[in-house]
């Protein structure tokens, strides 16, 4: 029976992309400790039964629900973990405040994790959080899936995104980009997956430009629909994480991203993919014609990502960091075959 014990806490409000980002962390860190997973539902905001005891691992997707949790307990012993996979921006205001109340109390019990350098600089720099209650971490995707060829079935070059369908999204960029491509190609058709409060306005947007035809706005967040495009743009307004990317490899999908700081521990432009140098929706727009027209190109970029996904964000991988933060022990401390 293992020794180390840890509560996670995941939150319902985890769209599955990012479930499927976490729990193959949670699964790799069943194999030599004691975790126990819990459902936060809305009813469990601020009550629970029975308060948990020691150290606990929260992840959430909505920053102020996970604060309304912390501050709902007496925490005085253990130490507490915060994975932030997003954070909504009309609730910023509120959960600077929030934070700053609950932090003094906890002191260095708290550590935040988070999963990109932006939201790394921004906790650190705008929040004042200490830097040695930071973590910058990564998250895993399970085993690799073969692609899906939906070109052949449908005669479209299939290109795809995942999209907030909220005021924080960049769905003007995205739509300016599939509006540059229908004008010049008609072998291209256009999604946008994702779903949100906005969901019916950004698509009765797209019936009013006449591109519904040609672009689908997809409310869904299935894993395979990524699988089935020829090419994914990863395009966030603000990025809280790199999980698309890493299912976009995970099914061999290329990839044109935005340039953000991170995205070159993932994407090498020329070799696992295509990071552009400007937000410029021309030149978005002319790299996918480029990639249209080269599917020697995309199968390449394809396959290295997928590789290269396989190699850094496999969970046995990724929860090398996790062990460590959650239980100080590193890969000497572990038995050979868990170490291996």
Same mark, same amino acid.
């Given at each position: ?74 925490? #005085?012993? +253990? *130490?507490?973990? &915060? ?5 909504? $921006?009309? /609730?910023?205001?509120?959960?600077? !405040? ?54 052949? #079935?449908? +005669? *479209?070059?299939? &290109? ?5 369908? $909220?005021? /924080?999204?960049?769905?003007?960029? !995205? ?166």
């Amino acid at each position: 029976m293992p020794s180390k014990k840890l509560t996670c806490f995941l939150f319902n409000d985890l769209e599955p992309w990012e479930r499927a980002g976490v729990e193959p962390i949670i699964e790799n860190l069943c194999e030599y400790a004691l975790i126990e997973t819990i459902w936060v539902t809305e009813s469990q905001r601020r009550f629970f039964k029975t308060k948990p005891q020691g150290d606990f691992w929260i992840v959430a997707r909505d920053w102020q629900r996970a604060l309304d949790f912390l501050t709902a307990k007496d925490y #005085s012993s +253990g *130490k507490i973990f &915060v994975s932030i996979l997003h954070s909504k $921006s009309e /609730e910023k205001k509120m959960y600077g !405040l929030s934070f700053k109340s609950i932090f003094s109390p906890l002191g260095k019990a708290i550590t935040l994790i988070v999963y990109s350098p932006l939201e790394f600089r921004f906790f650190k720099e705008i929040k004042k959080i200490p830097e040695a209650q930071l973590k910058l971490s990564s998250l895993a995707i399970g085993k690799t899936k073969p692609q899906i060829n939906q070109t052949s #079935s449908t +005669g *479209k070059f299939q &290109v795809g995104t995942f999209c907030d369908f $909220s005021t /924080e999204s960049n769905i003007n960029f !995205l739509i300016g980009i599939s509006h540059f491509i229908t004008n010049q190609t008609s072998q291209v058709h256009f999604n946008i997956l994702g779903r949100g409060p906005l969901y019916s306005h950004f698509s009765k947007m797209l019936i009013e430009l006449e591109l519904d035809h040609r672009v689908s706005i997809i409310e869904t967040v299935s894993e395979s629909t990524v699988g089935a495009l020829d090419l994914f743009i990863y395009a966030p307004l603000r990025n809280h994480h790199f999980i698309p990317v890493l299912i976009a490899g995970a099914y061999k999908v290329p990839v044109i991203s935005i340039d953000v700081p991170g995205i070159e521990e993932f994407i090498i432009t020329g070799e696992s993919g295509i990071v552009m140098p400007s937000n410029d929706i021309k030149l978005m727009g002319e790299k996918i014609i480029q990639m249209l027209h080269s599917k020697e190109m995309r199968q390449t970029m394809g396959a290295k990502l997928q590789t290269h996904i396989e190699n850094i964000a496999s969970p046995s991988t990724v929860s090398r960091s996790y062990r460590e933060l959650f239980f100080q022990e590193s890969e000497k401390d572990l038995p050979i075959e868990l170490a291996a």
